[in-house]
Structures are given as C-alpha cells and as structure tokens.
C-alpha cells in the first residue's frame, strides 16, 4: 500500500496571493486532516474531512478551506496569504473520522514548506 | 496555558543512556499520540495509547489516565534517536499537540 504524499515540497508565495497545497491519502483511507506547523513549534489542527464533508476545525479564519475528493485525496487552500502563514504544513490520513469512537491510527505525509514574502 | 505540556523541551544524552520524556495533559482524552519528527519535517506515530503501556522494540510508552500523564522512555539511546518527540492528545474532532521535545544522542 503507498503511504502519504504531499505536493509540492516547498514553495514560495508573496503576501496576498493564494496557494493550493495538495495531499493523497494512504490507501483506502477516508479521513484527511491537515495541521500548521511553525518553526520550532508544534503542529496545530486546521481541519478535517471526512468522506468529502469538513467533520471539525481548528482555530484557524476562514481563509483557510479544504476539499476532500472521492477518491480521498484533498487540498488545502489558503487566501489573502499573510507572512505568519509561512509554516510546514501536514497532512495525517486514517481510516476513520476523530470522534466516531474509533481510534485509528494517523499517517502523516511528509509535508510542505510553505515560505511566504 | 497549554493543554499539553512537554518536559523537557531539550534533552541531550550520550549513547546508551536511558531517556525519558513527559507530557502531561488538562482535557479529557480518548487516545494520546507519540510522534517522531526528524530533521526536513516527517512525521512518524510511534505509538498511540489510550491505558496503560505499549512496547516496541527499545521504546515504551506508558499513560495514566487519572492523573492526565504520558512518558516515553528510550533504552540505550542511539544517535539515530535524535529527532524531536512530539506527544498529541485525542478529544473529540481535534488533535492537540505538545510543543515537542528535541532530543539529541552523542555518540
């Protein structure tokens, strides 16, 4: 079975502009959730998606939206970039949704370095 | 203050030294994550734990529900140890993580 992927590694974006960061999920995983990390911090939770439908979100504006696709794979998006927005971002899939009673393991993908000017 | 907290935040140790690190929590919880994080970002769920103790090769990670704590220990630490420990706990929808703890193995 593959593991998480995400694209692009790295990139660099100006204050203002969009990004779309893209995440495939391991296989026959359901659940994608994606999580800002800053440097030398730990991660925060952005959101979830379970079965194409957000299932919960962190405290983050809603600048920051998501997709879920049918086949599971996802993109986060980020609008009106600001420079705080510069992080690691990552995506961690499992096979079921936070709160379900199930708690499965997540897979975490190995991220992309987003640096904003 | 943060509803999980690591300690210590930095920990240097020689070759074979026996390591642990805490994390304590302030939320109820339904599991608690131990990840590890090396140098370039990915992440890798060592183990996760909602009682008692689990085992895998030289590490153990053990969770006391009633009074809100986790440790991971390490036996005869390596150098290829060294990465940043990150502990997560489980309520509802979200995943709350500690800040991390940087670990550095000396040969």
């Known amino acids: 079975e593959t593991g998480v992927t995400q694209s692009p590694t790295h990139l660099i974006k100006t204050r203002g502009q969009q990004v779309t960061l893209r995440c495939s999920s391991q296989s026959g995983h359901n659940t994608v959730s994606w999580y800002q990390q800053a440097l030398g911090q730990g991660p925060q939770f952005i959101f979830q998606?379970?079965?194409?439908?957000?299932?919960g979100r962190g405290n983050f504006p809603p600048r920051f939206s998501g997709l879920q696709f049918p086949n599971y794979s996802s993109e986060l998006n980020v609008n009106a970039l600001e420079l705080d927005d510069s992080a690691l971002y990552l995506c961690?899939?499992?096979?079921?949704?936070f709160g379900s009673g199930s708690p499965y393991e997540q897979y975490f993908g190995p991220g992309t370095r987003l640096t904003v000017t | 203050k943060n509803e999980v907290e690591q300690s210590p935040q930095n920990l240097t140790a020689q070759e074979g030294e026996f390591i642990t690190i805490n994390c304590s929590y302030s939320?109820?919880?339904?599991?608690l994550h131990w990840l590890q994080q090396h140098p370039g970002g990915g992440i890798v769920s060592l183990f996760m734990l909602s009682s008692g103790k689990k085992k895998h090769g030289r590490l153990i990670a053990t969770i006391n529900i009633q009074e809100k704590h986790s440790s991971l220990h390490i036996t005869a630490s390596h150098p290829r140890d060294s990465a940043v420990y990150i502990c997560a706990v489980r309520a509802g929808n979200m995943l709350t993580f500690g800040g991390g703890t940087r670990l550095m193995v000396k040969p």
């Open positions: 961690a899939s499992s096979l079921a949704a």
């Open positions: 939320v109820g919880i339904s599991a």
């Open positions: 998606y379970y079965r194409e439908e957000e299932n």
